[in-house]
């Protein structure tokens, strides 16, 4: 196929992602929101309400006040009310993996008692995980796998009945590491003898430091932030992390006397995980992305989980739908938010509702959200610069071994990680091939887009290309000493008074299962404040 004929989508354009959603729960956020609560108001009229409403005395709103939930509450039995047997109203922002977690798990250690409103810009459910149906193949443009230490998924999988097929488990194919100009090392499988070799080349003592290491990390990680003392109300009630987000990779590595071979592998793994360099990453990412043991993903797609949570959660769904400001309402004695947002259908229409409390679930800088609430100079001091990754994806008739690029002999792998001085991609991974058509799908991870002369030299011609650009997660730098990381991780999930903040966690680690974790988190934050009692407040 010619290069004409090569079928092209760039980001907007997308297919959308295949949802098991029936399509009255994917409302349009109009039609949800427009039930008489919601008004149209443009900026300057929201003031005005806003200046109204704090100079009319209290007496006068008294009536009115009845009539609306109050985030005061008790706790009744299983179930939590508030002073006014009315459900406290709580509006999510993100319907990525911690803003419906924090649906779910509200319910969860509330018995149902919440009344949730889930405002999401995207067409979709589950954020930075999203998949798309190419010829029948489920394929992740975002978060593709997680890990059996990641309990809270495990959890929504056993949960939800949901059929995992665990990733890069066959025994066939192995892997190489291209270097830019020839490949560095190359795995032909994983049996028994390339098993050895591999121990062999990387060197057992190396191996072995590492994964003591690794397995030290997360359990610390699993017992501080999962066991004891959940919920924390800031990441810095448990310090005993912060040293390694005070090192870079490389210096761990260097301390732990580990191998040049193998640091140069460890680094292809933190360059497809997080696309940066161990001289560039702190230690916990790079142990992280060590961490594969049962590395796996849902058939389907990932963001089913997230769909899950949010069914279970009875919330209302606005998708489609930016929330554009945050304003704090104060009646004296009772306290919210107002929430101010528009459809992108309607995008010159901005309505405008009133919660109780407000969780944002998503990316503070990148959510775009006008908060005239004073916040916590930690949080303001920090904010985290998230890395512009380019996914490619492609279709194409022909196997590695047919373009010149890889400029071998050898069988070509079909999973490619790179060495920093590879600086056309970062990963190259063949996900299906179908046998009846013929046709291999690829997935590329890069730094900069994909140039069409790379694709040509690699796969010669290809018949669909399929592009997504991402702020994927942070720079996950290491801070300069202890003292600058407890200042950072002292920020307060609660940002302001009743207005959460889930995604403190990502410049720590960023990942599906942490942003799961934040959101039940803020949940049981939330419930622990309305009465639930201290021993349900659990996660997985
Ligand atoms: C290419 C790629 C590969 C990855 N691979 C993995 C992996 O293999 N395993 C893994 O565990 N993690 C992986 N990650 C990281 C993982 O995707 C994230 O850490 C995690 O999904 C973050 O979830 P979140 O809910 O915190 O944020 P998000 O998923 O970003 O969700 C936030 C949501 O908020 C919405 N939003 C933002 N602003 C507004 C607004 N103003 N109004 C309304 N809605 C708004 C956004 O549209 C978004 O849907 C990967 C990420 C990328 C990009």
Same mark, same amino acid.
């Given at each position: 196929m010619s290069q004409q004929d090569t079928e092209s989508t760039y980001d907007n354009n997308l297919p959308l992602p295949t949802s098991s959603l029936t399509s009255s729960y994917l409302d349009m956020p109009c039609q949800k929101c427009g039930n008489g609560n919601g008004k149209q108001l443009n900026q300057s009229l929201l003031r005005v309400w806003l200046l109204a409403a704090v100079l009319i005395p209290t007496a006068v709103l008294s009536h009115f006040?009845?009539?609306?939930?109050?985030?005061?509450?008790?706790?009744?039995?299983?179930?939590?009310?508030?002073?006014?047997?009315?459900?406290?109203?709580?509006?999510?922002?993100?319907?990525?993996?911690?803003?419906?977690?924090a649906a779910y798990y509200l319910q969860k250690y509330s018995n149902s008692s919440y009344e949730i409103t889930i405002f999401e810009r995207s067409?979709?459910?589950?954020?930075?995980?999203?998949?798309?149906?190419?010829?029948? &193949?489920?394929?992740?443009?975002?978060?593709?796998?997680?890990?059996?230490?990641?309990k809270i998924l495990m959890n929504a999988v056993e949960e939800f009945d949901l059929e995992v097929e665990s990733f890069g488990g066959d025994d066939d194919t192995g892997f190489g590491i291209w270097d830019g100009k020839k490949f560095a090392y190359i795995l032909k499988d994983f049996g028994f003898y390339s098993k050895l070799k591999f121990l062999y080349h990387f060197g057992l003592s190396s191996i072995r430091k590492v994964e003591k290491k690794r397995s030290q990390i997360v359990n610390t990680f699993?017992?501080?932030?999962?066991?004891?003392?959940?919920?924390?109300?800031?990441?810095?009630?448990?310090?005993?992390?912060?040293? &390694?987000?005070?090192?870079?990779?490389?210096?761990?590595?260097?301390?732990?006397? &580990?191998?040049?071979?193998?640091?140069?592998?460890?680094?292809?793994?933190t360059r497809v995980n997080y696309a940066q360099n161990i001289d560039q990453i702190h230690a916990l990412g790079t142990m992280v992305?060590?961490?594969?043991?049962?590395?796996?993903?849902?058939?389907?797609?990932?963001?089913?989980?997230?769909?899950?949570w949010v069914e279970s959660s009875k919330a209302t769904l606005h998708l489609s739908t930016t929330v554009d400001i945050i304003d704090k309402l104060d009646y004296g004695f009772s306290s919210g938010y107002n929430i101010t947002y528009h459809s992108s259908l309607h995008p010159d229409v901005l309505k405008t509702l009133e919660f109780d409390r407000v969780i944002i679930a998503a990316p503070l800088n990148q959510s775009q959200i006008l908060i005239n609430v004073d916040l916590p100079p930690q949080l303001v001091d920090n904010v985290p610069e998230y890395v512009t990754l380019y996914v490619t994806i492609v279709s194409s008739p022909n196997s590695l071994k047919t373009g010149k690029y890889f400029n071998t002999t050898l069988d070509v792998p079909?999973?490619?990680?790179?060495?920093?001085?590879?600086?056309?991609?970062?990963?190259?991974?063949?996900?299906?091939?179908?046998?009846?058509?013929?046709?291999?799908i690829y997935k590329l991870f890069s730094l900069k887009p994909l140039e069409e002369t790379i694709l040509n030299e690699i796969f010669v011609t290809y018949s669909m290309r399929i592009d997504k650009v991402w702020l994927s997660y942070p720079y996950l730098k290491p801070l300069v000493d202890l003292n600058e990381a407890h200042f950072s991780y002292s920020v307060p999930f609660e940002i302001h008074d009743e207005l959460w903040y889930c995604n403190l966690m990502e410049s720590f680690i960023s990942t599906m299962e942490t942003s799961a974790l934040s959101g039940a988190n803020v949940a049981a934050l939330i419930a622990a404040r309305d009465g639930a009692r201290p021993e349900t407040l659990v996660v997985p």
């Open positions: 006040l009845v009539y609306r939930s109050q985030p005061s509450s008790k706790f009744d039995g299983d179930i939590i009310t508030s002073s006014f047997d009315t459900p406290i109203k709580i509006a999510i922002i993100g319907a990525g993996s911690g803003g419906t977690s067409e979709w459910i589950g954020g930075r995980s999203m998949s798309v149906d190419i010829h029948g &193949v489920e394929v992740e443009l975002g978060a593709s796998i997680f890990v059996d230490a990641n699993l017992n501080d932030y999962y066991k004891t003392g959940f919920p924390y109300e800031c990441l810095c009630n448990k310090n005993s992390l912060t040293e &390694v987000t005070s090192i870079t990779g490389s210096q761990l590595l260097e301390d732990l006397e &580990v191998s040049l071979e193998y640091q140069q592998f460890i680094e292809s793994l992305t060590m961490s594969t043991d049962g590395a796996k993903s849902v058939v389907g797609g990932n963001r089913q989980i997230f769909e899950k079909q999973s490619i990680l790179t060495t920093k001085s590879c600086s056309d991609f970062t990963s190259l991974n063949q996900i299906n091939h179908d046998p009846e058509t013929g046709e291999y």
